[in-house]
């Protein structure tokens, strides 16, 4: 298993990240998932998503899951 | 209920007449109809917009739209409620969002329309890059 | 602006479709259209409803709505406002009343169409009478 | 010239008046061209126009004027 990343919209094309998998035994929060798909800070209006809904960085992650990082929505 | 997201054009005015009956709801059980209907300026913010991609994140969007849309229709008494967004390729003129609340009266198919819409803009996982005219220029809407 | 009274059935949404070109707006000039329609319900107060005459005051209702009207366009700026209402013989199902307001942006789409029925709702000179299925009776409605 | 007075919806049926017309020398309020069509009181949810326009009963009318009585309004 592992846990499967998705990059959205600006941010996709900033990281140069589209999809990513990470190995669970690295990454216990969404925070250590986004540190190991890029060495950039999270930036302060970044959304996260676990599993399809809203999350905070300090979010607990498990095998598994499916962590998105995001910027602001703008629908509609 | 009925959402899609639909990556093709569509015509949200013939969408509204039809659905009542295509969920078997008689016309005579309602008595109020509101209707949001969003569609792309050739415009925003001063530049003149040639077209624009609407990207989303197929799986969460859905979700989210489905469990307001549920949430909405037991808080205002909904008879019923169809939601249509648009992605892909989008020019201007053409629609982009259309969310149509049926109840029996006028206050709750107002509220409820405009709950649904005031949620999908800020919630739901859309996001749009504009191209402008005269340039090769591309940008991200309204990033905040 | 177009307001009229109409004796004979009407199909809201093929009106909201064309009114934009009817009035020469481009479709890219706004980005928000908020409508509501009115129709006949076969049910009011637990009984079963089979016509309903609606009657009007010629010439002070028109009056009424197209000064709201002109006041609704400029306190919300909007691009556009169709107004229709039927009068006369109406069967459950009918269409009664249309508000469309347009403009760049939803706010201001949803808040003039609203304000536009409430006051169509609280001051235009329509008065409605049932006639009530498998009697003779007929009776005016919610006269406080 | 005259004062025009018209009557809708139940008050119409209520008194079995539609339209009449009022000698201005009768009255000068649109209260004295209610006591003009009819002896009963005016009901507590009656509403009155002027040319068109919502006025109270004790408002002024002129010769010339159109003068109307009627229940709440109801439409939409």
Chains 1, 4 share one sequence.
């Not at chain 1, 996709?12 to 890029?38: C, F, H, M, Y």
């Not at chain 2, 078997?24 to 991609?53: I, Q, Y």
């Not at chain 2, 967004?85 to 006028?106: E, F, K, N, T």
Request: proline residues 5%.
């Amino acid at each position: 298993m592992a846990i499967s990343v998705k990059v959205f919209a600006s941010l996709r094309e900033d990281l140069g990240v589209d999809r990513a998998r990470i190995n669970p035994s690295k990454a216990d929060t969404a925070r250590q998932v986004w540190q190991q798909i890029t060495s950039r800070e999270p930036p302060g209006n970044l959304l996260c998503a676990v599993n399809h809904q809203y999350v905070n960085l300090d979010s607990r992650v498990r095998d598994g899951d499916e962590v998105a990082f995001f910027p602001p929505v703008n629908g509609g | 209920m009925l959402i899609e997201i639909r990556p093709e054009p569509f015509d949200p005015w013939a969408e509204v007449s039809i659905h009542p009956e295509r969920c078997g709801v008689e016309a005579g059980s309602f008595g109020a109809c509101s209707v949001f209907v969003g569609s792309m300026r050739d415009f925003n913010l001063g530049d003149t917009v040639h077209c624009m991609e609407l990207e989303h994140y197929e799986g969460m969007t859905e979700k989210l739209l489905a469990d307001h849309a549920g949430a909405v229709i037991d808080r205002y008494g909904l008879t019923e409620l169809l939601i249509l967004h648009r992605v892909g390729m989008i020019y201007p003129g053409d629609p982009i969002v259309l969310v149509a609340a049926w109840s029996a009266h006028r206050a709750e198919a107002f509220d409820g329309c405009r709950d649904m819409m005031e949620h999908l803009k800020s919630r739901a996982t859309f996001w749009k890059k504009e191209s402008l005219e005269d340039t090769a220029e591309q940008r991200w809407v309204d990033n905040r």
